[in-house]
């Protein structure tokens, strides 16, 4: 594992990758300041309604000050998996000849599975966040729930998108799939920095690749 982060790590620091990070981290970044600079008002209002279990008024203005940044820093998170999810095939391909020549793709993941992936991933994540918001205000233990939930976001869409190029017997699959838990997890890791964040979903998948060919 060490091996697959360090490869990872220089990785995303190429020409190749940074490009695409910056187009679709960015991109994210500036739409989501664009909607919430406009509708910013009525957005804070819904974090405050959601909030009415907090019976002291001082109490949920004080939480909604943080928690509306929060759920909008969580949208961008949310909107640069999606697109990652979406649009990476090419530079993993570009990844896997430069690291591995002899290990050509032997499919195309379907959009409608990545798509699929992805949605029920999101879908997941939303209703964990919504359950667990609260845990994430105890300190230590709630920052290892909060990673956990946004794990959820990356580790069904890399397994799909990576190991859908390279490898098509299920059970191989599944047993590659098994680190896929601790690689989302440390992939997420990069979402408690703010702009790094825009990092974790391509290097989810580029250390998957980096795990399933560099032991194939």
């Keep these: 594992m060490i091996a697959t982060i360090k490869k990872s790590l220089q990785d995303i620091l190429s020409p190749m990758v ?3 990070i910056l187009k679709i981290g960015l991109g994210s970044i500036g739409i989501w300041i664009a909607i919430l600079w406009y509708f910013w008002e009525s957005f804070s209002n819904f974090v405050t309604a959601y909030l009415t279990w907090i019976p002291w008024d001082w109490a949920r203005e004080g939480i909604t000050f943080v928690a509306a940044p929060f759920l909008g820093y969580t949208l961008i998170i949310v909107t640069i998996a999606i697109l990652t999810s979406l649009y990476s095939e ?4 570009a990844l896997a000849k430069k690291h591995y020549p002899d ?3 032997i499919a195309s993941p379907s959009i409608r599975g990545s798509i699929s992936s992805t949605f029920s991933s999101t879908l997941v994540f939303a209703f964990l966040f919504i359950i667990l918001s609260p845990t994430f205000l105890i300190p230590f233990v709630g920052q290892i729930i909060m990673l956990y ?3 959820i ?3 069904a869409p890399t397994v799909h ?3 859908g190029l390279f490898i098509t017997d299920k ?3 599944k047993l590659k799939r098994k680190k896929s838990n601790l690689i989302a997890m440390i992939a997420s890791l990069f979402n408690y920095v703010p702009l790094l964040n825009i990092f974790a979903p391509i290097f989810a998948q580029i250390m998957f690749l980096h795990h399933i060919l560099g032991k194939k």
């Design 18 to 20: 940074l490009k695409f």
């Design 90 to 93: 090419s530079l993993l391909i």
């Design 103 to 105: 290990k050509k793709a």
């Design 149 to 151: 939930v946004w794990s």
């Design 153 to 155: 976001l990356l580790k």
């Design 161 to 163: 998108d990576v190991g």
């Design 171 to 173: 059970k191989e699959l």
